[in-house]
């Protein structure tokens, strides 16, 4: 990336402010810090449009509070729980997605907690998220090498995109591609140069030199994917859930789409690391309209 030539004007930063000792509010982001079976609680009936969000896969990640390597059905159980609390929150016509990777020595754990939310919800979209692609000779992206005679190097996971219907309509177009074949466009009688992208989206990790540049927290995701979802779905001024907030993508995310959002985190270090990537601001240029 070539260096830049002109200094860029610093936006004033955002005050934090505290609310009852366990809430953080920025702007227009809320962070709620504490358990999120409590917080979730707390929150209105259907109130939510959309849910992003990621937990722990219970893989034996090293979380600051957080013990990762539960008992399988007590895992389970205890997700089981969560999603019927989403369930609650979640306006009808509302969105959830579902962030879950899986490890090669427990390639099922994924899918069984996608299981965990059949009674609740219908599974509407199944996409891959590819964070390292090879084509040809050549490759893209990053991921966490192995060292096996048995298995091949991660490079994916899983995105579930629940609702409570299955027939949610979204915008398709709002993360769409331009034609590869500009005949196309008025062939089949398109409005625009646009088409839908399907259901792998692949969205690589930025390269960081340190665990401070990836926010002292384990298991982030970037924020380009927690985008892209607010923009699938499509609900302009969405108040956007992230039970577990982690250092809180789902936030900015929603920040730079003027979005309103709520953000849940058990661990107070990451969410006090969350409000400070709320606090710092998201440049004018990231902003965007859904």
């Known amino acids: 990336m070539a260096a830049r030539t002109t200094r860029q004007k610093r936006r004033p930063r955002a005050p934090i402010e505290a609310t009852g000792g366990a809430e953080l509010r920025i702007g227009r982001q809320r962070i709620l810090t504490g358990d999120c079976a409590d917080a979730l609680a707390s929150l209105a009936p259907a109130s939510v449009d959309l849910v992003v969000t990621s937990p722990p896969y219970n893989i034996g990640i090293a979380y600051r509070t957080y013990r990762d390597d539960r008992p399988r059905e007590q895992y389970l159980g205890w ?7 989403i369930a609650r929150v979640l306006k009808p016509d509302g969105s959830f997605f579902l962030n879950v990777g ?9 899918l069984d907690v996608a299981q965990t939310l059949r009674a609740r919800f219908r599974l509407q ?19 966490k090498p192995i060292s096996s ?48 992208a399907g259901n ?35 609900v302009k001024d ?14 900015v995310a929603a920040a730079r789409l003027g979005c ?13 690391t969350a409000a400070e990537r709320l606090k710092n601001g998201i440049p004018a240029r990231n902003r965007a309209k859904i």
């Open 149 to 196: 005679r048995r298995f091949l190097n991660h490079n994916h996971e899983a995105i579930f995109h629940f609702t409570r219907t299955g027939a949610v309509p979204i915008d398709r177009l709002a993360i769409g591609v331009p034609f590869k074949d500009k005949s196309n466009i008025a062939r089949w009688g398109h409005a625009r140069d646009r088409r839908c």
């Open 238 to 251: 969405a108040l956007v859930l992230d039970p577990f907030l982690g250092a809180g993508s789902t936030l």
């Open 200 to 234: 792998v989206w692949f969205i690589p990790y930025r390269t960081v030199q340190s665990r401070a540049e990836k926010f002292d927290h384990p298991a982030g995701f970037p924020v380009e994917l927690a985008e892209r979802c607010i923009r699938l779905h499509g």
């Open 102 to 110: 899986s490890t090669s020595a427990d390639p099922w754990i994924a």
């Open 125 to 143: 979209n199944h996409i891959q998220w590819v964070k390292s692609v090879s084509i040809g000779e050549d490759s893209l992206g990053h991921f």
């Open 260 to 272: 309103r959002g709520i953000g849940i985190e058990i661990d107070p270090q990451y969410a006090r």
């Open 79 to 85: 997700f089981a729980a969560i999603g019927a609390s």
